[in-house]
């Protein structure tokens, strides 16, 4: 579980979280929606603990990441974005690598991998270096790392950014395993429809703060639209920086 | 050391040995490095000990036969005689030699003969020719000098009340020092060579390709972080100078010092002390290049900000080895162990106070610029650039 | 041929370079009378002083680098190893840059009779070249330097400029000299030294030797060659003494050496004028004095103090000699014979001084070889032609006294045959040589299948120090064959010319004579500043 409560964060002139408080609970798949500018991804940053807030916390499986930052990211698998690959390893030394920062000893990071290979069908890449990888490939090589030392949360930064629509139903099927599998996932995106299809709650975030919470059919009735997409411009006030 | 700073040591070393820019920084430097030194000793040799001949011009040679044949003898000749030198067109140097009028008659008196040598002193590349246009007139006229008096009935040798013994105390291997000096600054920096494009790879770099986030977001501190890519760049740095001292052993042992009057032979023994001196020196390169790396905001700036911060320990390291620092450098690093390294080289014992105290510093340098740096892994505005 | 063995390098006249010791007075003049041409000898018997040795590091004489010093113990007689033990003592100039322990250059010095550690300098600056990448050792070989050195020191008699050498009776001094040394004297032949040489080649782990001989030290290179060809590299002849001869018959090189200059003289268009009748002039002077002794007072050459100088028709000719020696020495040659027959013996007396205490030759060990080696070998053929000059007549008459005391078993017949070897081989002749003429370097060749004779036109005694000969011994040390080795380098010109009067080798102007009177007063001022100039200096 991610708790996030009262954060405040600037970033020079800007205010990018103000207040933010929310929860992503295990055994859901959580969307945190909002237009670019919004604060998305400074706010996984600050969960991550990589930003300090300027106010509040955030708790992951109530362990406050300022307070004990290695116990709470042990937690935490981040997919990030963009990739961050190493490209001159392969993928099997790349999640194993992370694997091993986990905590995992070097047999265990070994097995782990080999498993989460084959659990996203990696093996025909997985002794490539990672230099020439398509944008599928690189996205399963992510995740893979992110997901590796099975952490009770995993954390997606704008997941389906540049994905062809293959990729994108892996991704998916993937989310809903890991889902089922009782994570707690939480991804952030500005693409409406795949928000629609996956989450079981929406966080529609704009200018750093919360603006609505619930489930897709909740903020459609919530706004009395049809559509999420249409209750969404409602919420946010305008149609800028989201994708149908 | 745990054994996630194992495991990102073991991961950056993978990486950067396919790095093939980091890997042939090293490689290019440890070959390429002594290779040049050895093409300019041999220059250097070759200009010293096969003088070539030495034209110069000299007025009114008719005055003094024999003295121009002396000189001609030595290598020294006219150089107003193109005819003689097919094709090939005369280097003559910039100096006269006039034969005074009266020599022949003076000479024949007994009285002093004037030569006049006109030359430029302050010109360089004249100097040399210069003493040894002098060191011949000197010869000559110190051999007529004696047989006048032994024509005279007069033993020459009550010209030279002193004879000075000279006991000499250096080694071949001693005299070889100020060779050696420039050779052992070019090895010692190979461990700011061989690791700085590891240095910048690894930290502008990682944050250029977006890793360094993804990093931090695992559960390692930052000091975990900080200390294996030291060691790691480190290691770049030492595999450098053994490569270099490897190479040298190899190329130096062809060049013909035996010519100049000593030898230089890099040995086993020299180069177990090397490693050992530049060892941190290799860690405070590793620190200063990474924290001077993590500062720039991009592969690129950190490769410019480089290059002027190497400037800063080739000039200690210039300074040590043409011997013209003040005392205080034998305290700083790179030029306090290149000095222990070139007393060591001279065969006299290692300054082993002067070699701690700099070492000490050096190491205490580190520290600081590691500690610095694990401390600008904290921010946020050196991790995400803000 | 005596002093006249020794290598030339001493008799170089540049200050810097001379390096003789003052000698023990009396030994002048015993060796005045042994050899009569030259009043050389050396050396007090403090000699070893030139090497102090320290954990076998060590300063020659000359030579400010460190060098190895060492000794080995050897049995005075080598057919009874039990009995009394000498020192021999060497030292190793080490390679700059060493190829390797396994090879080394051994120079042997020359006379009989000198010590190679003396002369340590002149080696060292001649085989600048070969040290680069060799060793170099140098043995004092036994009865020489501080090899237990054989020297005889005689006293009671006057300076050896007021002595007249005829005076001196030979036997007695010899024999003096033989019972105040403490060595058996017959065991300092060159084969007893030839063992010692073997003893420290063994001793030092060189597997090979190049050897390099001058003068008397060919002898033992030949020696060395004969018998132990299985440790040398190659060798280096320098101013042959071939097996076949007897040094005795040196008085025919001298005389030859003594036409030479005056050959040259009267080819020279400067020197001929000055000196037309330069022949005459020697024969004058020579026939004046064979009659009777020159005697005045003179300032001493080196005190400075008046001194008697009784001169003689052997201090003449042995200053000559010893003046063909050098190149540069031998350009004064024509104006001191001009001189003393105008009764000037100033130039003579020079010449006379630079050499009284020249060659630093052990008279003891001397006579050992030249009594055992050479002295036996004279046939009544050779007895008769030898006789022939004054220098062979003069040897002949002191070898008869000193060798009858010295009673050397005489060395076999088989001592006086060619070597025969394939062993890669230089020989060098200076054209000039008053010791060994050309004709000697190819007698030695005669059963050497693997060697190169080259005659330097332009040298004297000791080839390599006086041109590039030294670089060709480089070269064969290197190459290890004397097939590619050129010796057109040898024929560059280096004469000099000769002096024409005591200041000068240039052509002298001819209103040098009446300018020289009329400028008298203008010149005293400026000759009366410049020693006081010199001095400030």
Same mark, same amino acid.
């Given at each position: 579980?991610?708790?996030?409560?009262?954060?405040?964060?600037?970033?020079?002139?800007?205010?990018?979280?103000?207040?933010?408080?929310?929860?992503?609970?295990?055994?859901?798949?959580?969307?945190?929606?909002?237009?670019?500018?919004?604060?998305?991804?400074?706010?996984?940053?600050?969960?991550?603990?990589?930003?300090?807030?300027?106010?509040?916390?955030?708790?992951?499986?109530?362990?406050?990441?300022?307070?004990?930052?290695?116990?709470?990211?042990?937690?935490?698998?981040?997919?990030?974005?963009?990739?961050?690959?190493?490209?001159?390893?392969?993928?099997?030394?790349?999640?194993?690598?992370?694997?091993?920062?986990?905590?995992? %000893?070097?047999?265990?990071?070994?097995?782990?991998?080999?498993?989460?290979?084959?659990?996203?069908?990696?093996?025909?890449?997985?002794?490539?270096?990672?230099?020439?990888?398509?944008?599928?490939?690189?996205?399963?090589?992510?995740?893979?790392?992110?997901?590796?030392?099975?952490?009770?949360?995993?954390?997606?930064?704008?997941?389906?950014?540049?994905?062809?629509?293959?990729?994108?139903?892996?991704?998916?099927?993937?989310?809903?395993?890991?889902?089922?599998?009782?994570?707690?996932?939480?991804?952030?995106?500005?693409?409406?429809?795949?928000?629609?299809?996956?989450?079981?709650?929406?966080?529609?975030?704009?200018?750093?703060?919360?603006?609505?919470?619930?489930?897709?059919?909740?903020?459609?009735?919530?706004?009395?639209?049809?559509?999420?997409?249409?209750?969404?411009?409602?919420?946010?006030?305008?149609?800028?920086?989201?994708?149908? | 050391?745990?054994?996630? $700073?194992? +495991?990102?040591?073991?991961?950056?070393?993978?990486?950067?040995?396919?790095?093939?820019?980091?890997?042939?920084?090293?490689?290019?430097?440890?070959?390429?490095?002594?290779?040049?030194?050895?093409?300019?000793?041999?220059?250097?040799?070759?200009?010293?000990?096969?003088?070539?001949?030495?034209?110069?011009?000299?007025?009114?040679?008719?005055?003094?036969?024999?003295?121009?044949?002396?000189?001609?003898?030595?290598?020294?000749?006219?150089?107003?005689?193109?005819?003689?030198?097919?094709?090939?067109?005369?280097?003559?140097?910039?100096?006269?030699?006039?034969?005074?009028?009266?020599?022949?008659?003076?000479?024949?008196?007994?009285?002093?003969?004037?030569?006049?040598?006109?030359?430029?002193?302050?010109?360089?590349?004249?100097?040399?020719?210069?003493?040894?246009?002098?060191?011949?007139?000197?010869?000559?006229?110190?051999?007529?000098? %004696?047989?006048?008096?032994?024509?005279?009935?007069?033993?020459?040798?009550?010209?030279?009340?002193?004879?000075?013994?000279?006991?000499?105390?250096?080694?071949?291997?001693?005299?070889?020092?100020?060779?050696?000096?420039?050779?052992?600054?070019?090895?010692?920096?190979?461990?700011?060579?061989?690791?700085?494009? !590891?240095?910048?790879?690894?930290?502008?770099?990682?944050?250029?390709?977006?890793?360094?986030? !993804?990093?931090?977001?695992?559960?390692?501190?930052?000091?975990?972080?900080?200390?294996?890519?030291?060691?790691?760049?480190?290691?770049?740095?030492?595999?450098?100078?053994?490569?270099?001292?490897?190479?040298?052993?190899?190329?130096?042992?062809?060049?013909?010092?035996?010519?100049?009057?000593? %030898?230089?032979?890099?040995?086993?023994?020299?180069?177990?002390?090397?490693?050992?001196?530049?060892?941190? &020196?290799?860690?405070?390169?590793?620190?200063?290049?990474?924290?001077?790396?993590?500062?720039?905001? %991009?592969?690129?700036?950190?490769?410019?900000?480089?290059?002027?911060? !190497?400037?800063?320990?080739?000039?200690?390291?210039?300074?040590?080895?043409?011997?013209?620092?003040?005392?205080?450098?034998?305290?700083?690093?790179?030029?306090?162990?290149?000095?222990?390294?070139?007393?060591?080289?001279?065969?006299?014992?290692?300054?082993?106070?002067?070699?701690?105290?700099?070492?000490?510093? $050096?190491?205490?340098?580190?520290?600081?610029?590691?500690?610095?740096?694990?401390?600008?892994?904290?921010?946020?505005?050196?991790?995400?650039?803000? | 041929?005596?002093?006249?063995?020794?290598?030339?390098?001493?008799?170089?006249?540049?200050?810097?370079?001379?390096?003789?010791?003052?000698?023990?007075?009396?030994?002048?003049?015993?060796?005045?009378?042994?050899?009569?041409?030259?009043?050389?000898?050396?050396? $007090?018997?403090?000699?070893?002083?030139?090497?102090?040795?320290?954990?076998?590091?060590?300063?020659?004489?000359?030579?400010?680098?460190?060098?190895?010093?060492?000794?080995?113990?050897?049995?005075?007689?080598?057919?009874?190893?039990?009995?009394?033990?000498?020192?021999?003592?060497?030292?190793?100039?080490?390679?700059?840059?060493?190829?390797?322990?396994?090879?080394?250059?051994?120079?042997?010095?020359?006379?009989?009779?000198?010590?190679?550690?003396?002369?340590?300098?002149?080696?060292?600056?001649?085989?600048?070249?070969?040290?680069?990448?060799?060793?170099?050792?140098?043995?004092?070989?036994?009865?020489?330097?501080?090899?237990?050195?054989?020297?005889?020191?005689?006293?009671?008699?006057?300076?050896?400029?007021?002595?007249?050498?005829?005076?001196?009776?030979?036997?007695?001094?010899?024999?003096?000299?033989?019972?105040?040394?403490?060595?058996?004297?017959?065991?300092?032949?060159?084969?007893?030294?030839?063992?010692?040489?073997?003893?420290?080649?063994?001793?030092?782990?060189?597997?090979?030797?190049?050897?390099?001989?001058?003068?008397?030290?060919?002898?033992?290179?030949?020696?060395?060659?004969?018998?132990?060809?299985?440790?040398?590299?190659?060798?280096?002849?320098?101013?042959?003494?071939?097996?076949?001869?007897?040094?005795?018959?040196?008085?025919?090189?001298?005389?030859?050496?003594?036409?030479?200059?005056?050959?040259?003289?009267?080819?020279?268009?400067?020197?001929?004028?000055?000196?037309?009748?330069?022949?005459?002039?020697?024969?004058?002077?020579?026939?004046?004095?064979?009659?009777?002794?020159?005697?005045?007072?003179?300032?001493?050459?080196? +005190?400075?103090?008046?001194?008697?100088?009784?001169?003689?028709?052997?201090?003449?000719?042995?200053?000559?000699?010893?003046?063909?020696?050098?190149?540069? &020495?031998?350009?004064?040659?024509?104006?001191?014979?001009?001189?003393?027959?105008?009764?000037?013996?100033?130039?003579?007396?020079?010449?006379?001084?630079?050499?009284?205490?020249?060659?630093?030759?052990?008279?003891?060990?001397?006579?050992?070889? &030249?009594?055992?080696?050479?002295?036996?070998?004279?046939?009544?053929? !050779?007895?008769?032609?030898?006789?022939?000059?004054?220098?062979?007549?003069?040897?002949?008459?002191?070898?008869?006294?000193?060798?009858?005391?010295?009673?050397?078993?005489?060395?076999?017949?088989?001592?006086?045959?060619?070597?025969?070897?394939?062993?890669?081989?230089?020989?060098?002749?200076?054209?000039?040589?008053?010791? +060994?003429?050309?004709?000697?370097?190819?007698?030695?060749?005669?059963?050497?299948?693997?060697?190169?004779?080259?005659?330097?036109?332009?040298?004297?005694?000791? &080839?390599?120090?006086?041109?590039?000969?030294?670089?060709?011994?480089?070269?064969?040390?290197?190459?290890?064959?004397?097939?590619?080795?050129?010796?057109?380098?040898?024929?560059?010109?280096?004469?000099?010319?000769?002096?024409?009067?005591?200041?000068?080798?240039?052509?002298?102007?001819?209103?040098?004579?009446?300018?020289?009177?009329?400028?008298?007063?203008?010149?005293?001022?400026?000759?009366?500043?410049?020693?006081?100039?010199?001095?400030?200096?």
């Amino acid at each position: 579980m991610i708790q996030v409560s009262n954060l405040s964060k600037r970033i020079g002139d800007v205010q990018a979280l103000n207040d933010l408080s929310f929860s992503a609970l295990d055994g859901q798949i959580t969307g945190l929606l909002g237009p670019n500018g919004a604060g998305k991804t400074t706010c996984l940053r600050t969960v991550f603990g990589l930003l300090k807030p300027d106010n509040g916390f955030a708790e992951i499986d109530g362990i406050n990441i300022a307070k004990s930052p290695v116990a709470a990211k042990q937690q935490l698998g981040l997919f990030p974005d963009p990739f961050g690959l190493y490209e001159r390893l392969t993928p099997r030394e790349y999640i194993s690598y992370f694997a091993e920062l986990n905590g995992l %000893s070097r047999s265990d990071a070994k097995h782990a991998t080999s498993s989460v290979i084959e659990k996203l069908h990696l093996a025909d890449i997985a002794d490539r270096q990672c230099k020439g990888f398509s944008q599928g490939q690189r996205m399963k090589t992510a995740l893979a790392q992110a997901i590796v030392h099975q952490p009770t949360n995993i954390v997606l930064d704008e997941p389906t950014r540049g994905l062809d629509v293959m990729s994108t139903r892996v991704l998916r099927d993937i989310l809903r395993d890991l889902k089922n599998q009782g994570h707690c996932v939480l991804f952030s995106s500005h693409v409406m429809q795949e928000v629609a299809a996956l989450c079981d709650q929406v966080i529609v975030m704009a200018e750093g703060r919360v603006v609505a919470v619930g489930s897709p059919d909740g903020l459609c009735q919530q706004t009395g639209k049809a559509s999420l997409e249409d209750a969404f411009i409602q919420l946010i006030g305008t149609d800028e920086g989201i994708a149908a | 050391m745990s054994n996630k $700073t194992i +495991t990102m040591i073991r991961k950056e070393l993978i990486d950067a040995a396919r790095d093939k820019r980091s890997v042939m920084a090293g490689l290019y430097y440890a070959v390429g490095a002594p290779l040049l030194m050895c093409g300019m000793f041999f220059m250097l040799i070759g200009q010293l000990t096969s003088p070539e001949d030495l034209n110069i011009n000299i007025n009114n040679p008719q005055g003094a036969p024999d003295l121009v044949k002396y000189l001609s003898s030595k290598g020294i000749t006219h150089g107003k005689n193109e005819d003689q030198v097919e094709g090939e067109k005369v280097d003559t140097k910039d100096i006269l030699l006039i034969i005074s009028d009266d020599y022949a008659s003076n000479m024949a008196k007994g009285i002093s003969a004037e030569v006049t040598l006109v030359a430029d002193a302050s010109n360089e590349k004249l100097q040399k020719s210069i003493r040894r246009l002098e060191k011949r007139l000197q010869q000559y006229s110190a051999e007529m000098g %004696s047989l006048r008096l032994i024509a005279r009935g007069i033993d020459p040798r009550v010209m030279q009340p002193i004879k000075l013994n000279v006991e000499d105390q250096a080694t071949p291997d001693s005299k070889a020092g100020m060779i050696l000096g420039i050779a052992t600054m070019t090895m010692i920096y190979a461990v700011f060579i061989s690791g700085m494009n !590891l240095a910048i790879d690894t930290s502008a770099g990682e944050r250029e390709r977006n890793s360094l986030a !993804l990093l931090l977001s695992h559960p390692v501190s930052t000091s975990q972080i900080v200390i294996s890519k030291i060691v790691a760049v480190t290691l770049f740095g030492m595999i450098g100078l053994l490569l270099t001292l490897i190479v040298s052993k190899f190329a130096y042992s062809f060049v013909p010092w035996q010519e100049l009057g000593f %030898s230089v032979s890099v040995n086993s023994r020299f180069i177990g002390m090397m490693m050992l001196i530049g060892l941190p &020196v290799a860690i405070m390169a590793a620190c200063l290049q990474l924290f001077v790396s993590f500062l720039a905001k %991009s592969f690129k700036e950190a490769q410019s900000y480089l290059t002027i911060v !190497l400037m800063l320990p080739m000039m200690l390291a210039m300074a040590a080895s043409y011997d013209i620092a003040p005392e205080t450098l034998q305290w700083l690093p790179v030029s306090g162990q290149l000095q222990a390294l070139i007393e060591f080289i001279k065969g006299r014992e290692l300054p082993g106070m002067q070699l701690a105290i700099s070492s000490l510093i $050096t190491l205490a340098i580190s520290a600081a610029l590691a500690f610095g740096m694990q401390k600008s892994l904290k921010s946020e505005k050196i991790v995400f650039g803000l | 041929m005596h002093h006249g063995m020794y290598s030339p390098r001493k008799m170089g006249v540049d200050p810097t370079l001379t390096l003789r010791k003052k000698v023990a007075l009396a030994v002048v003049i015993w060796a005045a009378i042994l050899i009569p041409s030259v009043h050389a000898l050396p050396l $007090t018997l403090s000699a070893p002083t030139s090497v102090n040795t320290t954990d076998n590091s060590c300063y020659v004489d000359g030579l400010s680098e460190r060098m190895n010093c060492g000794s080995i113990s050897v049995p005075e007689d080598h057919d009874r190893p039990e009995g009394k033990q000498i020192q021999i003592h060497y030292v190793v100039m080490p390679a700059i840059k060493s190829s390797g322990k396994s090879e080394a250059l051994l120079a042997i010095a020359g006379g009989p009779g000198q010590s190679a550690i003396e002369n340590a300098q002149g080696f060292d600056q001649m085989l600048t070249k070969v040290r680069q990448s060799h060793d170099v050792i140098l043995i004092d070989q036994r009865g020489t330097g501080q090899s237990n050195p054989l020297q005889c020191v005689a006293d009671g008699f006057e300076s050896p400029l007021a002595i007249n050498e005829s005076d001196f009776d030979t036997r007695v001094e010899t024999q003096k000299c033989l019972d105040e040394l403490d060595a058996d004297v017959s065991q300092y032949d060159s084969l007893s030294a030839l063992r010692d040489f073997e003893a420290v080649r063994q001793h030092l782990g060189y597997q090979k030797l190049h050897l390099y001989g001058v003068s008397y030290g060919t002898r033992m290179a030949q020696l060395y060659m004969r018998d132990y060809p299985e440790h040398v590299a190659t060798v280096t002849l320098d101013g042959v003494v071939p097996m076949q001869q007897s040094v005795l018959a040196i008085g025919d090189a001298i005389a030859r050496a003594f036409d030479l200059v005056i050959q040259d003289c009267s080819n020279n268009t400067l020197c001929h004028n000055q000196f037309p009748e330069l022949a005459a002039e020697l024969a004058q002077v020579d026939t004046e004095l064979a009659q009777a002794a020159k005697i005045s007072t003179i300032a001493d050459p080196t +005190t400075g103090e008046a001194t008697q100088l009784t001169m003689t028709r052997s201090k003449f000719k042995g200053s000559l000699r010893m003046a063909l020696y050098s190149p540069s &020495v031998r350009a004064l040659i024509p104006h001191a014979i001009h001189q003393a027959s105008q009764g000037n013996f100033q130039p003579i007396t020079g010449l006379y001084a630079m050499s009284m205490d020249g060659a630093g030759i052990a008279m003891g060990m001397h006579a050992s070889v &030249v009594c055992a080696e050479d002295w036996p070998r004279l046939t009544p053929q !050779l007895r008769a032609s030898t006789a022939k000059n004054y220098f062979g007549r003069e040897m002949l008459k002191t070898f008869e006294q000193s060798c009858a005391v010295w009673n050397m078993p005489a060395v076999d017949a088989s001592f006086s045959q060619a070597i025969a070897s394939d062993i890669p081989t230089l020989l060098l002749s200076g054209e000039l040589d008053p010791a +060994t003429p050309p004709s000697w370097g190819e007698m030695a060749m005669e059963k050497l299948t693997n060697a190169k004779h080259f005659v330097a036109p332009y040298a004297t005694h000791g &080839v390599a120090y006086q041109s590039c000969g030294n670089n060709l011994i480089a070269e064969l040390i290197e190459k290890g064959a004397v097939s590619d080795i050129d010796g057109e380098c040898l024929n560059k010109d280096i004469r000099r010319n000769f002096y024409l009067n005591a200041s000068t080798v240039e052509a002298i102007p001819s209103d040098t004579e009446q300018t020289a009177q009329s400028e008298e007063s203008s010149l005293s001022q400026e000759t009366a500043l410049s020693p006081k100039k010199a001095l400030n200096q």
